[in-house]
RNA sequence: GCGCCCAUAGCUCAGUUGGAUAGAGCAACGGACUUCUAAUCCGUAGGUCGUAGGUUCGAAUCCUACUGGGCGUGCCA
């Protein structure tokens, strides 16, 4: 049962009769902030003062006569300025521990009322290997869709692959000018990934070539601009003096971002031109930037040749990107990648012609939206589509296919406009039922707190953040084991059975743990500290107590069936009990704005709770027979918690480590 | 220029949508091992919640201005 839920309906029946509506009030009842003032506590009585007119403890006094409560809580208390506190009664407590023990879903209801939703997250490019970028979507959508799923929505993960893009003609135009057959041969994969990465180089060496004038006036102009600036006189009035010294400061700043725009594009040519071939290849690839888009174009139009190499590469490059997925432990339902929307797009944009809800401006076809200055361009004046116009067609679909009541696009905060303008796009187009919502997250950064980048300045890949990570993690499982001194207990397989959960284990709990919309400073010693608020720590909780399980030969199932009783003598017993109830809470709390880092948080204080009761409450050397069977059914449903809040983030746990 | 986001302990971060004395972890210091896994636990210290105003019974949270940072900004995704 979810606990807030059911006070919420008490006091519901109460606030009925004082207010119109009382949703704001019931927001007010929440855990306590301190063990003092007992396990939760209502607000609802101080604004309710003003509106009444009446004192708010005597109105909080009023509320606790009418409330109906005696079943599950002590009588209330009201302190302070009129808080309303509330302790849960031990026999309500034990019944509800009672039923998790034989539940199968600890006691977590299921919601009244699901809902339909898909969730797009992830969408790796193809062409391109998975970098650190990827983590955050990849993990946050995987752990909201099992979440929600286990509350009983109806919920649809679909991967929107970027399959079709530029990116393929580049390493069309690649594959057709550049591929070393063996090596295709042998790592078809890896060799595409190469040409992808030469193409790209050669674009942005000529892109850089045509570039540095532009920036180098540029930079000039600015200069001239911030010795304008200086060479005025300073007004004698101080703030006007301010504003000015101000002006400089703002000029002089650009001058640094076009040094610095200067800088990287002179890296770029050094970095072809450091090697005579790779200048050859430059050189007699001058309109490789155009071909690429043609390829692109003849691919999209059909093109006999082009469309077999796409029908070859894809494969191989999804595989590629499946083992990731495997090492990860993540399934989507779907992965309609971008090209499956292809035959809509003509159909979309004639939609939006023929309604009159866009009109070309500048040989583009435009969505002019209310609030926005620039227009959501769906057709470009060559005639080509783009990302918002299959995001349109997208839509189109699921709503034909799985009629969602609300969709999720787990995508970083940076391209917040741009959903912005194709949820109001959407609405104008006719979906004004349907919720879209962006969940966006901030971005990974390195120690340095810039964003995570390899000493190249290329994002760091994916493959071998987990690699390392796991490796680390091999470490600091073989050294802990080696470090008890009774010989080595784990087989050199389980070492790496546990390194490999540790370590994947540390890399998606670091990033659920943060909340979601801010930066984060990924540290591999933070993420695999024994200690704090890491998965490491959740594991080791739960080992410890299968420890207890396996040392005092305990049939765990033959206890869960056979009904004992449990008791709350001592307080961090009760302490337990009452985080272990909280469960249901917790994922509510998820649901509520898509926050997985609300799940780890109350898994950490459900771990912190379980340590104080493993110090203080000795298991199998408790008093007596139906005090060590209430303490084991308790690490029981420790265990079992940690566990399944484990599970909906994507995290395995580990039997001994 | 315009738009969005951020600023909390030395460091990394929470802060349940306006509630009681702002919390964790790391680092520092002091304690607890013939152990149920010390891979842990307990304690101490550490704060002008960027600055200045405002809103009210009550502000880290809402509003305004300022300072400092990030991101985006008409034909990439």
Not at 71 to 76: F, I, K, L, R, T
Not at 185 to 195: D, I, Y
Not at 533 to 552: D, E, K, L, P, W
Request: proline share 3%; hydrophobic share 40%.
């Amino acid at each position: 049962m979810n606990i807030l839920t059911e006070l919420k309906a008490r006091f519901r029946v109460v606030l009925d009769q004082l207010v119109d509506d009382p949703t704001d009030l019931l927001a007010m009842i929440r855990p306590a902030q301190d063990a003092k003032f007992g396990d939760y506590q209502a607000n609802c009585a101080m604004p309710l003062a003003k509106q009444l007119g009446k004192a708010p403890r005597d109105i909080a006094a009023d509320i606790v006569s009418k409330l109906n409560l005696a079943d599950m809580c002590e009588p209330p208390e009201i302190a302070g300025p009129g808080f309303i506190n509330l302790q849960l009664k031990n026999e309500w407590l034990l019944a509800r521990l009672a039923h998790a023990v034989q539940d199968d879903r600890l006691d977590v209801p299921v919601v009244a009322q699901p809902k339909t939703y898909v969730i797009d997250y992830s969408s790796p490019n193809v062409a391109k290997p998975m970098h650190v970028g990827h983590i955050r979507s990849t993990v946050i959508g995987d752990a909201l869709t099992r979440t929600l799923r286990f509350l009983g929505h109806r919920v649809i993960s679909d991967n929107h692959i970027g399959d079709w893009g530029t990116q393929f003609g580049m390493i069309i135009y690649g594959y057709k000018h550049f591929v070393d057959r063996d090596a295709f041969e042998r790592e078809p994969v890896a060799e595409l990934s190469r040409l992808y990465r030469l193409v790209n180089t050669l674009v942005e060496y000529h892109n850089s070539r045509k570039r540095l004038p532009q920036l180098r006036q540029e930079l000039g102009e600015r200069e001239a601009a911030v010795i304008a600036q200086q060479n005025l006189p300073l007004p004698d009035d101080k703030a006007a003096a301010k504003k000015a010294k101000k002006a400089v400061g703002k000029l002089e700043e650009k001058v640094v971002q076009t040094k610095e725009a200067i800088k990287s594009t002179n890296a770029k040519l050094a970095a072809v031109e450091s090697g005579p071939e790779l200048l050859a290849m430059a050189d007699s690839h001058e309109q490789i930037a155009a071909a690429v888009l043609e390829e692109t174009a003849k691919l999209h139009a059909g093109d006999e040749e082009n469309q077999r190499l796409w029908e070859e590469f894809l494969p191989k490059c999804r595989e590629e990107i499946q083992k990731v997925y495997d090492r990860l432990d993540i399934e989507f339902d779907y992965e309609y990648g971008e090209s499956y929307y292809h035959a809509r797009l003509a159909q979309v944009v004639d939609d939006f012609e023929k309604r009159s809800l866009s009109r070309e401006s500048e040989g583009a076809i435009c969505v002019f939206l209310d609030g926005f200055k620039a227009p959501m361009i769906i057709r470009k004046k060559d005639g080509a589509f783009l990302y918002a116009t299959s995001d349109l067609a997208t839509i189109q679909f699921r709503m034909e296919q799985w009629k969602p009541d609300e969709i999720l696009y787990v995508v970083d905060h940076r391209q917040s406009e741009h959903f912005d303008k194709l949820f109001a796009a959407a609405k104008l187009w006719g979906y004004t039922d349907l919720k879209v919502r962006h969940v966006s997250f901030g971005t990974v950064l390195g120690e340095d707190g810039k964003p995570f980048k390899t000493r190249a300045g290329v994002a760091v890949g994916l493959e071998s953040l987990l690699d390392e990570a796991v490796d680390r993690a091999y470490a600091v499982v073989a050294g802990g084991d080696d470090a008890k001194g009774d010989g080595t207990e784990l087989s050199e397989d389980e070492c790496r059975e546990i390194a490999n959960a540790v370590g994947i284990g540390a890399i998606k709990y670091a990033d659920l743990s943060h909340n979601r919309t801010s930066d984060y400073v990924f540290s591999y010693d933070k993420m695999l500290a024994l200690t704090g608020n890491t998965a490491t720590y959740m594991q080791y909780s739960y080992a410890r107590v299968n420890g207890i399980f396996g040392r005092g030969k305990v049939d765990i199932q033959e206890l869960r069936m056979a009904k004992r009783a449990i008791e709350l003598a001592e307080r961090a017993e009760r302490a337990l009990a009452l985080e272990l109830l909280r469960f249901a809470d917790a994922l509510a709390d998820v649901a509520e704005d898509y926050r997985p880092n609300l799940l780890t948080t109350y898994l950490y204080d459900l771990s912190k709770s379980y340590a104080q009761f493993f110090e203080q409450c000795h298991v199998l050397k408790a008093q007596n027979e139906t005090t060590r069977n209430s303490r084991l059914l308790l690490c029981d449903l420790t265990a079992r918690t940690i566990k399944q809040g484990l599970n909906f983030l994507g995290i395995n746990v580990v039997e001994r480590m």
